[in-house]
């Protein structure tokens, strides 16, 4: 599994996240805002797991603009689950695909099949999604909610969602 990603020095404030949950589907979905501008190219990237779940990045112009995390693995609860120390904001964009073209209005969908792993704090306010085997990562802020681990050949290895409402109890839908 092998998800591309260039990574540059952050040009500009992080952009804020917008956090979402649909109760009835279980969906939680991560907006940026302000979401990265340039053409109107947009990628799917669908990162299925071994076990049926899947996680959504919605890219446009390279750039990840949201997250969904559709189907859950079985989450792995931790008594306190914290990112590393030193994190880094960073710009983050996927590697343009070989042999793809893109054209103005283009629109496309890759899916990637890996296992993937959850884990959350007792509180379920910080997710952590493996993407792929365990391998030595760092850790770089590309919203001001969001985290990216990125291995040493600059490949997608997770993903942080901090700062995570609760799932809206049923007297709230």
Same mark, same amino acid.
């Not at 964009?93 to 990637?112: I, N």
């Given at each position: ?16 996240? @917008?956090?979402?949950?649909? /109760? =009835?589907?279980?969906?939680?979905? %991560?907006?940026?805002? !302000?979401?990265?501008?340039?053409? $109107? ?26 997250? @969904?995390?559709?189907?859950? /693995? =079985?989450?792995?609860?931790?008594? %306190?689950?914290?990112? !590393?120390?030193?994190?880094?904001? $960073? ?83």
């Amino acid at each position: 599994m092998k998800i591309p990603l260039q990574v540059e020095p952050a040009g500009e404030a992080t952009p804020a996240v @917008e956090y979402r949950w649909d /109760p =009835d589907t279980e969906i939680l979905s %991560a907006q940026l805002r !302000p979401q990265a501008p340039g053409s $109107a190219s947009t990628d799917s990237v669908e990162v299925e797991g071994s076990d049926g779940s899947w996680l959504i990045l919605d890219v446009a112009s390279g750039r990840i603009n949201g997250i @969904e995390v559709a189907v859950w /693995p =079985d989450v792995h609860t931790r008594a %306190a689950l914290r990112p !590393p120390g030193g994190v880094t904001d $960073a710009t983050i964009r996927l590697s343009e695909r070989r042999g793809g073209k893109r054209g103005s209005g283009s629109v496309t969908a890759t899916e990637v099949e890996t296992p993937l792993m959850a884990e959350a704090d007792e509180a379920e306010r910080v997710f952590h999604f493996t993407l792929g085997k365990l391998r030595k990562t760092r850790t770089l802020r590309f919203a001001r909610d969001l985290l990216v681990d990125v291995d040493a050949s600059n490949n997608l290895a997770g993903l942080w969602f901090l700062n995570v409402p609760p799932f809206p109890s049923p007297s709230q839908t």
